[in-house]
């Protein structure tokens, strides 16, 4: 089986930001074995019922603004693959769960600068899936368990979001302090994941502390759900690295072995 794993792709910057989690995913594709393909649940596609990439030649979306021109001109030319996109769907729907082809969408920045740090050779073939966010927690757990025969032949389920999120705090320029309301939040996550309590963690809204200040909305944290899921009932979770960027960005990474 091949571990789903939650990363937290931090700004679309990462990719030349001299921070640690920016090293740590330079690194990450060299020490996992290479996935048969990569199925990305990133924060930055959100559709009213669950959308999959299936374009053989998925474009590179630039879905940001303000940034340097560098920016603008990145390409992740990783291909699709239409046939497993068909399968996620049927997996979806098996589980109850309405699923739509999307034939022209392609990889945001939420999937393509991760992998471009941990994959530089875009040469595994790469598909996204949106997310529901209206629907919570509880359902992006469903979705990851839909897809946990997917990781059982080799394809990498991986949640692309951020461990917090709060953009209204972020320190650009400043000391790179993590403050406390970001640290508790943080620490429970970990602490919930390591000790296998995913009732609480579908419940972190009310039980984790700080929980709406780190993720005003809650497309970042959803990511984790799908990858959870998709490691099955039991799963260990191994914290692959962390670190913060911006004072705010907890850039946690987690591996969870089924």
Do not use: C
Not at 100 to 126: C, E, M, N, S
């Amino acid at each position: 089986m091949t571990a789903p794993i939650f990363v937290s792709h931090g700004s679309p910057t990462l990719i030349f930001d001299d921070v640690p989690a920016r090293d740590f995913l330079i690194e990450l594709g060299k020490a996992l074995p290479r996935p048969k393909a990569i199925l990305v649940a990133s924060a930055h596609w959100e559709t009213p019922e669950a959308h999959v990439t299936a374009s053989p030649a998925p474009p590179t979306i630039h879905d940001f603004g303000g940034f340097p021109e560098a920016m603008y001109t990145q390409q992740y030319p990783a291909p699709g693959e239409p046939a497993l996109a068909a399968r996620v769907k049927a997996l979806l729907e098996k589980a109850g769960i309405p699923a739509t082809l999307d034939p022209a969408r392609g990889l945001d920045h939420g999937a393509w600068v991760p992998l471009k740090l941990a994959w530089p050779q875009a040469d595994i073939p790469v598909l996204q899936l949106s997310l529901q966010t209206h629907l919570g927690p509880a359902h992006h757990l469903k979705l990851g368990q839909a897809l946990r025969p997917l990781a059982e032949e080799g394809v990498l389920i991986l949640g692309s979001g951020s461990l917090t999120h709060d953009l209204r705090s972020v320190s650009w320029h400043g000391p790179n302090t993590e403050p406390d309301w970001v640290k508790s939040f943080g620490d429970w996550v970990n602490t919930a994941l390591a000790e296998g309590r995913i009732d609480d963690l579908v419940n972190y809204r009310q039980l984790a502390p700080n929980a709406a200040r780190n993720h005003p909305s809650e497309e970042h944290f959803l990511p984790l759900f799908v990858a959870l899921g998709a490691a099955g009932p039991g799963a260990q979770m191994e914290r692959l690295h962390t670190s913060v960027t911006f004072s705010v960005l907890r850039m946690d990474v987690f591996e969870f072995a089924g």
